[in-house]
């Protein structure tokens, strides 16, 4: 099907393990996206992609990576989880005006 | 820097009443403004967004927002909800840039009572 998909939906880890989490779109966008959303916080912008091989940081970029090899898939790693990375993350591409949102992870780090 | 403000974190109502969801922003440029609605255990989906034009707009199950430059707002309103109107409302603000990039408010949960 077309849009966004991520994997895995809910991943429980521990504090210090590397952890990637998956975002794949069918619609060629060139414009992709990661937040977290937190109670009480929204969503908040960790990193975004203009295309492949180009990444800027968002409001809180710390404790992530990303990489853009093809234009189609964004991965985000945590590469030593903490317990404040707790979180939803959601995973979007823009069309045009619109972002469009993936269904999200829920990463527990214990 | 831009920035959102939510009002409220929750605005209970009953069902067929009138609903108000207050959305307050601050950009030192032109903006975009968008409500996205968020079901339990989903993403978030598009609900309406104002780009240029027309400061009314709406969506297709009966909700509209109106942008007030002069007040830097984008309120939510319906005149009457329903049960399954109950979700997590987002205001979020774009500069046009870098691909929209959004910055979102805390959210208000709406909870529609029968």
Sequence with gaps: DAGITQSPRYK???????VTLMCHQTWSHSYMFW?????????????????????DKGEVPDGYVVSRSKTEN???TLE?????QTSVYFCASTSTDTQYFGPGTRLTVL | AQSVTQLDSQVPVFEEAPVELRCNYSSSVSVY??????????????????????TLVKSINGFEAEFNKSQTSFHLRKPSVHISDTAEYFC?????????K??????TILRVKS
Aim: charged share 15%; net charge neutral; glycine share 12%.
């Design chain 1, 74 to 76: 964004f991965p985000l």
């Design chain 1, 35 to 55: 937040y977290r959303q937190d109670l009480g916080h929204g969503l908040r912008l960790i990193y975004y992609s203009a295309a492949a091989d180009i990444t």
């Design chain 2, 33 to 54: 403004l968008f409500w996205y609605v968020q079901y339990p255990n989903q993403g978030l989906q598009l609900l309406l967004k104002y780009l240029s034009g027309s």
């Design chain 2, 102 to 107: 959004l910055v979102f408010g805390a959210g």
């Design chain 2, 92 to 100: 979020a603000v774009s500069d046009g840039e870098y691909g929209n």
């Design chain 1, 80 to 84: 030593s989880a903490t317990r404040s």
């Design chain 1, 12 to 18: 429980i880890t521990e504090t210090g393990r590397q």
